[in-house]
């Protein structure tokens, strides 16, 4: 019984662990976005001014959407961890059938 409730113990912690990690990388993906679109309107604006070729214009899109593609996986990630954690505390099936039961 002792072992049970260690176990129970490390992966209700582990889960608690991974969520907030996965909040942080959130964060650090919604800022990694914001970077990249100002560094998107920066090259743009040389470009306008006639300082750099488009090249560098293509490249800061290529980041923006790069960056954007972190932050999805990051925001499923998180959705994931959210899932364990509810899964390893035993409310997952509940909250399954409330879900289910307010979009139908």
């Known amino acids: 019984l002792g072992d049970l409730r260690g176990r129970i113990d490390y992966e209700v912690r582990t889960a608690l662990l991974d969520l907030n990690a996965a909040a942080e990388q959130v964060e650090v993906a919604r800022s990694s976005v914001e970077l990249a679109?100002?560094?998107l309107t920066q090259s743009q604006d040389r470009f306008s001014a006639g300082v750099t070729d488009n090249l560098e214009v293509v490249e800061a899109q290529e980041a923006v959407a790069g960056a954007h593609e972190s932050y999805i996986q990051s925001l499923y990630a998180h959705n994931l961890a959210k899932v364990e954690l509810a899964y390893v505390i035993?409310?997952?099936?509940?909250?399954v059938r409330r879900y289910l039961k307010g979009n139908q």
Do not use: N, P
Not at 90 to 95: H, R, T
């Open 90 to 95: 035993g409310d997952a099936e509940q909250g």
């Open 37 to 39: 679109e100002q560094a």
